[in-house]
């Protein structure tokens, strides 16, 4: 059997890297010197990091990031922001993935919440995490339209297999009585099993009178706080900056 034919199998299987691999070690006569495990393993590499990029890059579209370019190295560690340096570092090895922890980023409008949770987001699709962002007024919509479609316990049942979920502007307005079931419902299914990320201008305390207060409210709450960490973010408007500086 000729190269060609094995580079055409190789294609044929679905290995292009290989193939495109197998083709430059044919070519090249420094790989003479190699031996062929040293060839093999060389293929093995190539391919195997193609396709670990590749997951990386689908898990990163599959998020819906707001920002998918976000990066954890990028964080803004400005004095006025309170940033804690240890507890941004803590958080990139995704141990509180690991343990099913949540976060909750709370902050004035402009102040970082959004670009932060997805830099976070990404770094943990690139250890190949699956994580999704929805802001919560498109959750609400979302769990209507399944709901109407029948497959409303189909769609839960998803969002309970995230490693990590990202829920952006989180309770910024009063809830009504389907929406409260449906926040308390998602709870139940994620809260001390998968991670998840709120992001919210207002503390524990506004969240109760949007929730209209009572036993749900108590019991939305109670699973949230329990198994979360705060985070509170301060300073200057970063959009207010950034449009400073583009000017």
């Keep these: 059997m000729s190269s060609q034919d094995t580079v055409k199998k190789l294609r044929q299987m679905r290995l292009p890297v290989i193939a495109e691999q197998y083709e430059i070690q044919i070519s090249d006569p420094s790989y003479n010197q190699l031996s062929f ?33 976000a990066s954890i190295e990028d964080i ?49 699709c690139r250890n190949r995490k699956t994580v999704l962002y929805i802001r919560l ?16 316990n189909e769609y839960l049942k998803r969002l309970g297999k995230y490693d990590l979920l990202i829920i952006d502007e989180f309770l910024l307005k ?10 308390l419902e998602l709870m139940e299914t994620r809260c001390n099993k998968k991670s998840t990320i709120f992001c919210s201008q ?20 109670d699973r949230i706080i329990n198994s979360s960490y705060l985070i509170t973010l301060h300073g200057k408007s970063l959009r207010e900056e950034y449009s400073r500086i583009k000017q």
Excluded at 202 to 221: C, E, K, R, V
């Design 37 to 69: 495990e040293e060839r093999f393993n060389e293929l093995i590499d190539m391919e195997y990091e193609s396709r670990v990029n590749h997951t990386i890059t689908k898990y990163i579209k599959d998020a819906h990031f707001y920002d998918s370019t």
């Design 76 to 124: 803004n560690y400005n004095p006025d922001r309170k940033l804690n340096r240890s507890q941004m570092e803590e958080l990139a090895t995704n141990n509180y993935i690991e343990r099913g922890l949540n976060f909750i980023f709370v902050g004035a409008s402009g102040c970082g919440k959004t670009w932060l949770s997805n830099a976070l987001g990404v770094h943990a």
């Design 137 to 152: 007024p498109e959750l609400f919509s979302k769990f209507e339209e399944k709901r109407i479609q029948g497959k409303y």
């Design 174 to 183: 009063p809830t009504n009585e389907s929406e409260r079931s449906d926040l």
């Design 202 to 221: 207002y503390s524990f305390d506004g969240w109760h009178q949007l929730l209209d207060g009572g036993p749900i409210a108590d019991a939305i709450l």
